[in-house]
């Protein structure tokens, strides 16, 4: 028998690309967004309250540094809220709703009139 000399491993052509497993598409997506699991409720819990503090800032005309300062939170945390990436604490929501002249509950929950002012 004789031994084969040692060659590198084939790449693929353009014409016979294998499609990429389960696992490392779901490790792809996750590497995108780690901070968003897909089957947590908790993380779309924080995304939608999140857009919800953005849009109420928004709809002030504050920047985000202004609404900070203005609740008494870090510029920091109040980025992260609105990312989803930290929790929206109930003291945050007092604090930002009275910034912002929007119901505490509603940046909250989502539930309530967000154009009636508080």
Not at 11 to 22: E, Q
Not at 36 to 43: H, I, Y
Request: aromatic share 4%; glycine share 8%; proline share 5%.
């Amino acid at each position: 028998m004789q031994e084969r000399p040692f060659s590198a491993p084939r790449t693929s052509s353009s014409r016979s690309r294998s499609r990429p497993s389960l696992t490392s598409h779901k490790l792809r997506a996750n590497a995108v967004r780690p901070h968003v699991a897909a089957s947590s409720s908790r993380a779309t819990g924080r995304v939608l309250a999140g857009k919800r503090v953005k849009a109420a800032r928004l709809l002030a005309g504050v920047s985000a540094r202004e609404a900070a300062l203005r609740a008494g939170l870090h510029y920091s945390h109040l980025i992260g809220v609105e990312a989803g990436r930290e929790p929206l604490l109930d003291t945050d929501c007092r604090d930002l709703g009275a910034a912002l002249d929007v119901p505490a509950d509603w940046l909250r929950s989502g539930w309530g009139d967000h154009l009636r002012r508080a």
